[in-house]
Each structure stands twice: as structure tokens, then as C-alpha cells.
């Protein structure tokens, strides 16, 4: 669901396990340090970060962004623009891993626990989604192939997406786990492109074939229409959702917030 160029440490894409080891112990690092500045610095409990609801959130944004993506490689494939060729080794699978813990945990920290939820502060939830959405796809315009269609699109379908799994629960797990299962099924498994910044054969040897309006090119599926349809659709209504449930902090109750 997005991997910009900085938060993906590429140097060790040939020694996967090892690569693997780095990504979690430098994003075990960072929610620390997040816990810890929080915390202290700005003193009110993190919140954001319960550890009761840790291994239930964390699973099902895990499940979801994974199935999603699946369902997007379905549609594909019954209109004929993905083919299954073969099966790879499984070791292939390891890079993958490390890029989504790298890009789940550092993209949803600093994108909605610092940018989102401070903007908030401010001016309430629908301007921080506008300006966190927007400041999320124009970084990946950085990307090794970095298209202008693909950063429009991770701009309206994750920003809204990941903003509204923020703010279904005010918490940050179901957002990154949601944030690994796709980036990890889409190059892991369905050896995709990840925002044009990963390319690494996964499990499924396949061929893409058709329209870029379809295959979202050298950008990966976050630029495509299925993907930008079925991720908004889901967005709109976790918006919607949270809305109901009072969790969105319109502009005029800014100083109102407990």
C-alpha cells in the first residue's frame, strides 16, 4: 500500500534474513522511540499504540491487506491480465518480508501518528486526511519509477484508506498491519511492484499483460483502476463508519478534544 524510497533498506535485498533482522529491530526501535517522546514529551498516554489490542488489530489489518490485494489479482485474472506461469522457490518470499515491516511500521508512524494526528490538533480530522493523503503520495514521487498517475492514486485510495483504519479505532496497529499485508502479498506472493520503488520476483511466477490502467506499469497495481476503486470504496465507508462511531474531530471542536 505505498513504500517510499527511505523507509526500505535495500542494501541488504541479497541477504534477505539479515535483512529481515534490520527491519524489525530498527521498526521495534521506532515505536519505541515514538512511546517514549509521546510519553514524555508531550505527556498523555499513547493511546495510539495500546499494547491489549496489539495482536487482534495488528492480525486482522494483516488479513485484510492481504486479502484485498488478492481480490484485486482475481479480478485481473479473470479479465485476463494476470497469468499464473509457475510456482518460484520460497526463499524468494524473504526480501518481501523485510520491505513490509520496514514500510508498514515507519509509513504509518511518521504519515498518521506524527503528520496525521498533529494536523488534527489543529484544524480536525478531514484537513489532516487531506494534507497527510497528499504529503503520502507526493513522496513517492521519489521512487525509482515514480509515476505522476501513480502518486495521484496512492494519494486518494491509501491516504483515505489508511487515514479512516486510523481513525476507525484511534489506533495505529490495524493501519500497519494492514500497510505489510499488502506490500508484502503484492511483491512476496504475486511478484508485483510495489509503488514503483520494489521489484523482486515472490512465490507466483506471472506475466501481467494489458492496459496500464489495468496493470497500474512500472508503478505497480497501486495504479491501477481496480485497485484505486476497490481501496477508495473501502476507505468511504471505514470514513463513514468512523464518523458514527465520533471518532472524526471536526474543525470547529479542535480545543475541545480530551
Known amino acids: 500500500m505505498g513504500i517510499s524510497n527511505g523507509f526500505w533498506g535495500g542494501q541488504f535485498v541479497n541477504r534477505p534474513l539479515l ?5 524489525a529491530l530498527m521498526a ?7 512511546a517514549v517522546f509521546v510519553r514524555f514529551i508531550e505527556r498523555r498516554p499513547v493511546s495510539e499504540l495500546a499494547r491489549a489490542p496489539l495482536a487482534r488489530e495488528l492480525s486482522l489489518g494483516l488479513l485484510c491487506g492481504a486479502g484485498l490485494y488478492t481480490l484485486c489479482v482475481l479480478i485481473l485474472m479473470a479479465l485476463g491480465v494476470y497469468r499464473i506461469d509457475g510456482i518460484n522457490p520460497v526463499i524468494l518470499v524473504l526480501p518481501s518480508i523485510a520491505m513490509a515491516i520496514s514500510s ?3 509509513e504509518e508512524l511518521l504519515h498518521r501518528g506524527v ?30 519509477d515514480a509515476s505522476l498517475l501513480g ?10 484508506l489508511l487515514a479512516a483504519l486510523y481513525l476507525l479505532t484511534r489506533r495505529l496497529w ?15 506472493i504475486y511478484s508485483g511492484t510495489v509503488s514503483g520503488a520494489f521489484e523482486q520476483p515472490g512465490l507466483i511466477k506471472a506475466s501481467l499483460e494489458g492496459s496500464e490502467l489495468l496493470t497500474g506499469g512500472k508503478f505497480g497495481m497501486e495504479a491501477s483502476v481496480v485497485a484505486f476503486g476497490f481501496c477508495t470504496a473501502l476507505g468511504l465507508v471505514l470514513l463513514r463508519m468512523a464518523a458514527r462511531r465520533g471518532n472524526t474531530l471536526p474543525l470547529s471542536l479542535k480545543r475541545n478534544r480530551p
Open 104 to 106: 508498514g511500521v515507519f
Open 174 to 188: 490495524l493501519g500497519i498491519g494492514f500497510h505489510m499485508g499488502w506490500n508484502f502479498v503484492q511483491s512476496g
Open 28 to 34: 521495534a526501535l521506532a515505536l519505541a522511540v515514538y
Open 115 to 144: 503528520i496525521f494526528r498533529n494536523v488534527e490538533e489543529l484544524a480536525g480530522s478531514w484537513i489532516a486526511l487531506l494534507v497527510s493523503a497528499l504529503i503520502f503520495g507526493l513522496r513517492h514521487l521519489g521512487n525509482p
Open 151 to 160: 502518486a495521484l492514486a496512492i494519494t486518494v485510495e491509501a491516504g483515505i
Open 19 to 23: 535483512a529481515i533482522g534490520s527491519a
